[in-house]
């Protein structure tokens, strides 16, 4: 069974460009994640989909940044436009239930 | 709010020899806890969590965590490392009916031979 997968592993782009990041949850679970660590921060929560429903995206630092789950199945990210503080891992994750939360690998990003 | 604290920023370890790693955790109700590892390189893989019942869990690659109510602490622990267990550790709690994790600022351990 294929785990969580992310893409772009990496990315490399000036400020003020855009970024769109692609998740895709494992096949059946509801709830799909995003979360990102900076630099030297802690790994933060940013939102938290139910199926294609945003049931809390509490943790989202600003309008730059927008994220969706059309059909409830993959999830995309999307910074516009980009700032160097927004340079970091952004993690994805899906769980069936609250008991497993299975993470991606991923996706790396800088903004220089 | 629930909160975190991994107070070991970095550990060295020599390989063989065991390994603890302290998180105490701030929060009212019985908390729902977890350990996971980044390896370099790699996404965050779970190592074992904690809802109920027995507070010693057991975890994949050896790891164990006990519960301790009364300290506020979930420490992992592995009686002997070895060097792939060198990587990033990341505490993490959230409550029962919630799904967003707080995680810890994590400890990073090395692993010498």
């Known amino acids: 069974e294929a785990g969580v997968t992310q893409f772009p592993s990496h990315s490399v782009i000036e400020k003020g460009q855009t970024v769109t990041l692609r998740c895709d949850p494992i096949?059946?679970?509801?709830?799909l994640y995003w979360y990102r660590r900076v630099m030297g921060k802690e790994i933060k929560f940013l939102l938290h989909?139910?199926?294609?429903?945003?049931?809390?995206e509490s943790g989202m630092p600003n309008n730059r940044f927008l994220a969706e789950r059309t059909g409830g199945t993959y999830s995309t990210l999307k910074v516009q436009p980009a700032e160097l503080e927004d340079s970091g891992v952004y993690f994805c994750?899906?769980?069936?239930?609250?008991?497993?939360?299975?993470f991606g690998e991923g996706s790396w990003l800088t903004v220089v | 709010a629930q909160s975190v604290t991994q107070p070991d920023i970095h550990i060295t370890v020599s390989e063989g020899a065991s390994l603890e790693l302290r998180c105490n955790y701030s929060y009212g109700a019985t908390p729902y806890l977890f350990w996971y590892v980044q390896s370099p390189g790699q996404g965050l893989q779970l190592l074992l969590k904690y809802f109920s019942g027995d507070t010693l869990v057991q975890g994949i690659k050896g790891f164990e965590a006990e519960f301790k109510r009364s300290q506020s602490s979930f420490n992992l622990r592995k009686p002997s490392v070895h060097w792939s267990d060198a990587a990033e550790y990341f505490c993490a709690v959230t409550r029962s009916n919630d799904y967003k994790l707080s995680f810890g600022a994590g400890t990073t351990v090395t692993v010498r031979a």
């Open positions: 994750a899906s769980s069936p239930s609250v008991n497993t939360i299975y």
């Open positions: 989909f139910v199926k294609e429903s945003k049931q809390d």
């Open positions: 096949s059946g679970h509801d709830n």
